[in-house]
């Protein structure tokens, strides 16, 4: 019975959504205290030698040369990204970020219309409003002095970050057809290691022997719901379990009340409303194309 439930597909999707809220409050709770550069690093360098192992004990093939490249630059976005949602984590409560965060998927069609030249439905236009809508109404009041000072910063690094990271996803639908999904975590996981390098070294500050098994377990952790949501969307199809992504709100209202006493405003809540529902009113316009395409979740990332 115990294996039945473990292998459902939406109990699969529904714990890896949990888990990756579950690390967005840990980044929360560590990043004030590490820096956010300091646990990127090193969070990316635990998941490359995760991502690394299951790559050569899987016995994948090296791709050619212009699949590096490729990958290479999309993982340097991704970098970017991660850095500026972490960032983020440190400066306005759990649930808003997560809330905001979800504006990436509102940024999908436009940039896929720059990149791969799709077209834009009116549907797919007016539900976007909608969801800035919603953004702008969440946003609409701002605390005065440092407090305000500091949330217009996480504001503008969450938004950048969902920006950065639409484009990911359209670069990944790109690829995702052709590559397996292993290469394409060794690459989201090892290149922002490499980059990262001099961080490991002491450039961002000393590091503290005490913090490294919290920095592996985050890497654990990122890969574990990379690959709970692979296989979760090899078993179900995508119009049913996307929609379950979202309950990452839920998620981060519990872990934002529990261990930050933090309670958003009704504004907030109100505000996620239209963009969640903007958000699965575009998807299913596209009938998930890029979650369908890439066999796996659009939240490949920032955890």
Known sequence: MIARLLSAPLLIAVLAVAMGSGID?????????????????????FGALIATAVFVGLRRKWPAPEVVRFHSLRSLLQVVSAILFFYALTQLALAETIIFGFTAALMVPFVARVVLGEQI??????????????????????????????????????????????????????????????????????????????????????????????????????????????LAY????????????????????????????????????AGAVL?????????FENHFVTRREAGQPASDLPE
């Open 121 to 230: 439905s009116p549907t797919a236009f007016v539900l976007t409003l909608v969801g800035f809508a919603g953004a702008a109404f969440a946003v609409s009041v701002t605390p005065d002095g440092a407090a305000g000072a500091h949330r217009v910063l996480g504001l503008a690094a969450v938004f950048a970050s969902a920006m950065i990271y639409a484009v990911v996803l359209v670069l990944l639908r790109l690829r995702a057809v052709k590559e397996d999904a292993t290469t394409i975590a060794l690459f989201t996981n090892g290149v922002p290691a490499l980059c990262l390098v001099p961080v490991l070294f002491g450039v961002a500050g000393p590091v503290e022997m005490t913090d490294l098994p919290v920095f592996a377990l985050l890497g654990a952790m990122g890969y574990a719901v990379w690959y709970l949501m692979t």
């Open 275 to 283: 963009i969640v529902a903007s958000c699965l009113g575009v998807a």
């Open 25 to 45: 409050a840990l980044v929360k709770g560590t990043a004030p205290g590490t820096g956010v550069m300091v646990l990127v690093a090193w969070r990316f360098l």
């Open 234 to 269: 090899a078993r179900a199809r995508a119009q049913l379990l996307a929609p379950l992504e979202y309950t990452a709100l839920v998620w981060a209202a519990v872990f934002g009340i529990v261990f930050f006493d933090e309670v958003p405003g009704w504004r907030v809540w």
